[in-house]
Structures are given as structure tokens and as C-alpha cells.
């Protein structure tokens, strides 16, 4: 999908793990951006799809990391 944002606004992407046939129980998931055109403020799991957070996230500037416990979810829904 295609999305337009201004300068200062904040821009917010579902980022999501489908791993087929495949099952799928730990993501480790690490976001890098251009620093001259994004900051990353934050990392926030979907409370209904990924039950634990192991690790982070760290966040700094543009790069953010985590690790999720997902179970037997095969998607990932995360908000940055």
C-alpha cells in the first residue's frame, strides 16, 4: 500500500510474519531506517496475536529491535 505523511507526523506500518506451512513459535525482528527520513519512536505487539515479548524492544533512532514468543500465531502484527 502506498501512504503520503507530512513532515512531524507520525507514520504507523503493520508489519506481518506469515510462515506458510511452516510453524512458527519466535521472531526476531529488527527495523532499520534511513536516519535523515524516519525515526523510530516505537515498537508495540498486537496483544491478540503475539502473547510474550522475550527481549526489547530497543529502540535507537533508526534501528529497533524485539523478540516475540508467538505460540502457534503464524502472523505478526506489529505497530511502529
Not at 28 to 36: A, K, Y
Amino acid at each position: 500500500a502506498t501512504t503520503t505523511a507530512t513532515v512531524g507526523e507520525n507514520l504507523t506500518l503493520d508489519i506481518y510474519a506469515d510462515p506458510g506451512t511452516n510453524f512458527l513459535n519466535t521472531i526476531i525482528m529488527t527495523i532499520q531506517v534511513d536516519p535523515d527520513l524516519f525515526e523510530i519512536v516505537s515498537i508495540a505487539k498486537n496483544d491478540q496475536k503475539v502473547p510474550a515479548v522475550l527481549n526489547g524492544p530497543t529502540i535507537d533512532n533508526s534501528t529497533g529491535t524485539v523478540s516475540y514468543s508467538i505460540g502457534s500465531t503464524v502472523n505478526l502484527a506489529d505497530t511502529i
